[in-house]
Each structure stands twice: as C-alpha cells, then as structure tokens.
C-alpha cells in the first residue's frame, strides 16, 4: 500500500513537471513568434517607407529633367525659328514632342488629300466627302481643343473621322488606334466626345418631331402610299446587342435572341418613328432587352407627348408588339381573317415597312450596331443617338448604301398580353379617324 502511495505521489510530481514544462515551452514559443511578427512588421513599414522615398526621387529626378529637356527644346526652337517657319494653329513656334509615341498617320492623311476618290472615302465612312465636311464644319466649335506647349491639339477633321470611322466599321479600338495613329484611350474618348456632340449640337436640327407644316406633307405622303389618312408616322423597335451588364442582368437578357444565336444574349432597345423618307422623327433608346415593344412605348417621350394632347388627328402606326390604342394603329392579330381585315393589314404593312427597312439601312450603314460593343452600358444611348443623328443626315442628303452592307433585322415581335391600351379603344367613342377617334371604327370605316 505504502508502494503503491509513492508511486502514485511520484507519477503526480512527474505530470506536474511536464505539465510546467509545456507551459514553459509555449510562453517562449509565444514569445518568440510576437518577437518574429514585430520584427517582419517593421521590416514591411521600413521597406514601404523606402519605396515611397526612392518613388519621391524618381519623380523628382524625372520632374527635373523633363523641364530641362523641354527649355532646352524651347531655346533650339527659338533659336531655329527664322530658319524653321512652321507654326501652330495658336501662332507660335511648334516645339519638338519627347514624350509622345510616334504612330503612322498614313491611313488617314491620305484618305483626307483632297485628291482622294471620293468613292473609296464614301465606302470607308457610309457618306461623301461633301457631307462629311458639313458635319465637321457644324461641331467644330464643339469639338475644337487648343495647342499646348507639350503637343498639338487633334484636328476637328480628324477627331469627327475617328469617331465616324468607328461607328461605321465597328472595328475594336485597336483597330482604329492602328488606322489614324492614336492612342487606344485617345480613340475611345474622342468617339465619346464627338458623340455627345452629335446629340448636343446636331440632334435637335436633324431628329425632331414635325411641325405643322411638314406633319401635313407626311400624311400626304404616307396616304399616297397606303391609302390611309392621317398617318404622321411608322413606328417600330430594334435591339442592340451588349456585353452581359454587371448589374440588372435579368432585364437586359434577350430570350429570342438566346434561342436564335445559341448562346447568352444581353440587348437594349431602340424605337423609333420614322416619315416616309425613312427619317427619325422620334427615338427612344436604352430600355432592357426584356422589355416587350409595348412596355417601351408606355414610357417612351412619345406616349407623355400622346398623353398630353399633342398627337389629336395623328396615327402613329406599328406592328403586332404595339397595342391598339388612340393614336397607335395596328395590324388585327386573330388568325382566320376576312378579306377585307387581311388587304387592311397589307395596307398597314406597307406604311410598317417604311420603319424596318429604315432601321435596317441604319444597321447596315452603321456596323457597331449589329455586334457587342466595348462601349460602357451607361455611355451607349449617346452612341446610339449619335447613330440615328448621322443616319437622319445621310437620309437627308440622299446618301446611297453600298448593296454589299444591306442587313436583315432579326427583331421577334411579340403580341402584347393587353392589345387594348384605351378606354376610346374599347367603346369606339370620339373624333380621331374621319368618322371616329376608335382604332376598331377608324379599322372599320378604312374597310368599308
């Protein structure tokens, strides 16, 4: 008993030993890794600190002699100047550029010699030459920059070529970097630039609704070709297509365009009223690719300015994705239709044609429509009404397409849930059509 007491006094000292041992051994251990921690820490505090002195003396080392290289430019210019009579556009002497690339400008100066066939310059920018100058000449006060002392400022003729050049091609940036000898971030500025432009200077001179006057001519026109009265326009809505936004993806995913392509396709909408001519009156840019043609129209400008009164004694006409509403005139969706119901949708095709052929010059003449742009979803409506801008300009002008850019619009138009959008609509009260203000009585006395 007495053994058996000692040994189990001996084996607790033993496990008391071990037990401080270990504690022993993990204060140091303890010790040791905040030791190694601090010291790794002000190592990186002390490495940092370096870094941001040596970074301090580069830039003032290069500061220095990036000032001595410019005087010394300075003083030879100034020197050579009876020697040397070019000038820039500010009137003094042109200094040498240190720091600027130096790219190729061939491509572009030689399509700028005034010797250039017009032909080729019109197949490059989808207009000739003379149109070209015009729309230089109206954003030059727009778009014009100032020479400094570190280099010249890009010519307008030049800027306004880039930012045609990309619309019309729909090359990479890269691309048109190479062509006009630029930068890649220089190019992708001025097409922003030039764009906003467009839209601020041009649009509201090129895309307007009709006044008075020139409404009456266009239901002349349009009733001459269809046989149907008061026709102010022809309405329809393309997709764009973009690259899959980072937020909201559900509501730009194209679900047709997806079944069609066989891959994911993310789009935004564009509707547009056209004149006989193919001529935006109206657009309407930048809505979801998910968004059915009547919820775009229910937000458009056009519906508010409908809403207000402005569009008594005006149809706008549209196809199967429009409802029927007071002033929205649309083919009759049911299937078994009368004679008469089906030569009235022929009548309307031929007014709803004038749009989509419009849309479809507008994407051929223009070829960054048709593919995914690197251009940022919040910066797009401007491109896009830049587009419709020039279009209208082309239009005006009589510009011709090549046959060889023709493109076929692949738009799904799905019939709305709710086909009537007015109380007027439903009841056949009013005074809009020459016997009714009712789409089904406008429908009716049409086919009587």
Known sequence: MKRRNANKEQWSTQSHQDEALLEDNQ??????????????????????????????????????????????????????????????????????????????????????????????????????????????????????????????????????????????????????????????????????????????????????????????????????????????????????????????????????????????????????????????????????GSMPDDQVLERSALSQRANRGLLRDVWVVGNYGYPLMDWVLVPYTQKNLTWTQHKFNEKIGEIQRVSKEAFARMKGRWACLQKRTEVKLQDLPVVLGACCVLHNICEMRNEEMDPELKFDLFDDEMIPENILRSQSSCTGQGSHCPQSSSPWACRAFLLG
């Not at 490059?124 to 729309?135: E, P, Q, Y």
């Not at 630039?193 to 409404?215: F, G, H, N």
Request: aromatic share 8%; glycine share 4%; charged share 25%.
């Open 27 to 288: 204060k140091r251990t303890n010790h040791a890794m905040n030791d190694y921690f601090t010291q790794l820490q002000d190592q990186y505090v002390e490495s940092d600190a370096m870094d941001q002195l040596r970074t301090k003396r580069c830039r003032r080392a290069a500061s220095v002699v990036a000032t001595t290289a410019v005087a010394a430019a300075s003083s030879e210019d100034t020197t050579a100047l009876p020697d040397n009579p070019n000038q820039n556009n500010s009137g003094g002497p042109s200094h040498r550029r240190l720091w600027v690339k130096d790219r190729s400008k061939d491509w572009w100066e030689e399509r700028d010699h005034q010797d250039f066939p017009d032909e080729q310059f019109k197949r490059d920018f989808r207009m000739s030459k003379a149109t070209f100058n015009i729309i230089c000449e109206e954003l030059k006060s727009t778009v014009m920059k100032k020479n400094t002392m570190l280099r010249d400022a890009i010519p307008v003729r030049q800027r306004v070529a880039v930012c045609i050049w990309r619309l019309a091609s729909g090359e990479p940036l890269r691309v048109v970097s190479k062509r006009f000898g630029l930068g890649i971030s220089t190019c992708h500025k001025l097409v922003l630039e030039v764009c906003s432009a467009i839209k601020t200077v041009l649009m509201q001179k090129y895309l307007q609704w009709p006044d008075e006057q020139r409404m009456k001519q266009i239901k002349e026109e349009f009733e001459s070709v269809s046989g149907i009265p008061k026709v102010g326009g022809s309405m329809y809505t393309t997709h764009v297509p973009i690259i899959a936004p980072k937020a909201s993806v559900a509501a730009y995913f194209n679900k047709r365009h997806t079944e069609r392509n066989q891959k994911t396709s993310y789009s935004i909408t564009v509707q547009g009223v056209v004149d006989p001519r193919g001529v935006f009156t109206d657009v309407c840019i930048g809505y979801p």
